[in-house]
């Protein structure tokens, strides 16, 4: 975790102090030619393919091939090596291009509006507006995408991506905008395809400071690639995820960031990192940090039945979940399935995180949700809260957490239920709990440590441990509830050492610690403050018990219990 801690650390000097990018621009070596020169017309009208065609093919590396103010219809303009494209006119469709839906089997139209293949060193900047892709590239390297601005057909329902990268490597897209590539999502349970960037086997990407929005499906989705940052953008309205990363077959899926983006309003997750291989966790070194995710998971003010805020993750391991904010998502701020390593540090949310299936080392630190819930099937190697402010935490019968560390926390509305295989510590939380439950009910552990925690249940027992509990230790809290602030219903060998035991007057038995026929059980150095000339320290039947307590407040009775001082 050394090394994790040292990634968060580097993280932070980057984001307050990021480095500088060149001003965006095309390469300034050779020429501009200005496609009207050659023939073109940018009157809306007229078929410029051939004309525009000649101008690329024409000019040699360097130069770059410029469209002024117009609309200039083409089908579809093929890059060359080189040769860079600028416009201050609209690229558009000519109504001859040839249309098709997208589906798996044919992920690429016969005519998007750009098409590169095995092209490299390319610039572009331009305006366009297509009915199907805007820009397909095709095994190709160094390729920059500027200051564009490209608008698809909210009318299609089988609409192709934005942006369509195959087999590509060191991508950039750079402020620019792709939107409306396939119809808005109506309804809650469907979606029609129209991703505003799509990639799929290619490596070395940046999507950076960009608008992407109003896409029929993901604003940005990476399949099976390695090596991807997308920085600082506006991702919103989008008919599926702001950004989904899918898995092939290759095993490359790694080096991620995703960071300082706006996801907003997109009827899927914030950020969707899906694995569904049946191998175990994969490691795909990542990073979430500084996204603000806000009302993702609905259509139309109707919940979708996704929604989560900055990550739902499943089974993947070495990720880092650093200062990210989620606010009125559908689902989970933070959605975590069969996964390996995760650190998730100084996060905010207004809503849960939720947690099932394996877990191999998971970290929860200077966070804040409403709620923290493990699923009944949980199985963990180590799950830590420690410095967060929680509303709740949920832990359903059942549950296997070999170590379970819950340390200096907050928790405002803590009804803790403890029944489970593994070791828990609990220490140096302030807990809180208005409800009529217990605060902490204790049925089950391989051991459990209580220690130094600030417990105060207003309407019910602070803690109550049932028989069948074994390794129990209470140690030096402060436990403050209507009485019995204690219950033991004969867990065996029961340590109760160094508390400060208060009672609130009005409940059902007025007591510090009630213990049904005790089994070992050992009171030493406890502090109790009862009811004055009353009973407070209640031992009732028959079974053994060593004690040693101080009674500020109230008395003793012990019924038949065999009473050892120690």
């Avoid at 200062?323 to 989970?332: C, E, F, G, L, T």
Wanted: hydrophobic share 35%; net charge neutral.
């Amino acid at each position: 975790m050394k090394l994790l801690s040292s990634i968060i650390l580097l993280l932070l000097a980057l984001f307050q102090n990021p480095p500088k990018n060149p001003e965006p621009g095309p390469p300034k070596p050779g020429v501009r030619l200005t496609v009207t020169d050659w023939g073109a017309v940018g009157d809306g009208q007229s078929d410029n393919t051939s004309a525009i065609q000649k101008v690329l093919d024409k000019a040699t590396p360097g130069d770059t091939v410029f469209i002024p103010e117009g609309i200039f219809m083409v089908r579809t303009l093929l890059l060359r090596s080189g040769v860079h494209l600028v416009s201050e006119g609209v690229l558009t469709h000519h109504p001859d291009a040839k249309t098709g839906d997208y589906s798996i089997e044919k992920q690429n139209s016969p005519n998007p509006l750009l098409k590169g293949e095995n092209i490299e060193d390319v610039f572009i900047s331009i305006r366009g507006k297509s009915k199907n892709e805007a820009i397909s590239l095709y095994r190709s390297k160094q390729i920059r995408i500027v200051n564009s601005d490209l608008e698809g057909d909210s009318t299609k329902l089988r609409a192709y991506p934005g942006i369509l990268v195959f087999q590509c490597s060191g991508l950039e897209v750079l402020s620019s905008r792709i939107y409306n590539f396939g119809s808005d999502r109506t309804e809650t349970h469907s979606y029609q395809p129209g991703t505003g960037i799509r990639i799929l086997s290619s490596n070395t990407i940046s999507i950076r400071d960009s608008e992407i929005f109003e896409n029929g499906e993901n604003g940005v989705f990476l399949h099976g690639c390695r090596k991807a940052e997308v920085l600082n953008n506006t991702i919103h309205h989008n008919g599926m995820s702001g950004i989904q990363v899918a898995f092939g077959n290759s095993g490359k899926e790694s080096d991620y960031v995703f960071a300082g983006n706006v996801l907003d309003q997109n009827a899927a997750d914030g950020i969707d990192i899906n694995n569904r291989s049946p191998q175990n966790a994969k490691d795909i070194s990542t990073t979430i940090a500084y996204n603000l995710s806000c009302g993702n998971g609905f259509v139309k003010g109707k919940s979708t039945p996704d929604g989560s805020g900055f990550g739902t993750l499943i089974n993947v391991s070495g990720l880092v979940i650093f200062r990210n904010q989620a606010i009125a998502n559908n689902r989970p701020a933070m959605y975590i399935e069969d996964c390996g390593v995760i650190l998730s540090r100084e996060n905010q949310a207004d809503n849960q995180m939720e947690i099932t299936l394996g877990i191999d080392d998971l970290r929860i630190e200077s966070s804040r949700y409403s709620s923290i819930n493990l699923i009944a099937n949980t199985k963990a190697r180590h799950i830590l809260i420690q410095n967060s402010q929680i509303g709740s935490l949920s832990l359903p019968n059942g549950i296997q957490v070999e170590r379970f560390d819950i340390e200096s926390n907050t928790f405002s509305h803590a009804r803790i239920n403890l029944n489970m295989k593994g070791n828990l510590v609990m220490r140096n939380n302030i807990l809180r709990n208005n409800s009529s439950s217990n605060l902490l009910f204790i049925a089950s552990a391989g051991t459990a440590l209580i220690e130094g925690n600030e417990i105060e249940s207003t309407q019910a027992a602070a803690i109550l441990i049932k028989k069948n509990a074994k390794n129990i230790q209470l140690l030096g809290n402060k436990l403050r509830s209507p009485g019995p602030v204690i219950l033991d219903e004969g867990s065996p060998n029961l340590l109760v050492q160094d508390n400060r035991i208060e009672l609130i007057p009005g409940g059902k038995e007025e007591l510090t610690l009630k213990s049904n026929y005790p089994d070992g059980i050992r009171l030493l150095g406890n502090e109790h403050r009862g009811i004055e000339g009353q009973a407070t320290l209640l031992l009732v039947g028959k079974g053994t018990a060593t004690v040693n307590e101080k009674l500020i407040i109230g008395t003793t009775e012990y019924s038949a219990v065999k009473v050892e001082n120690e």
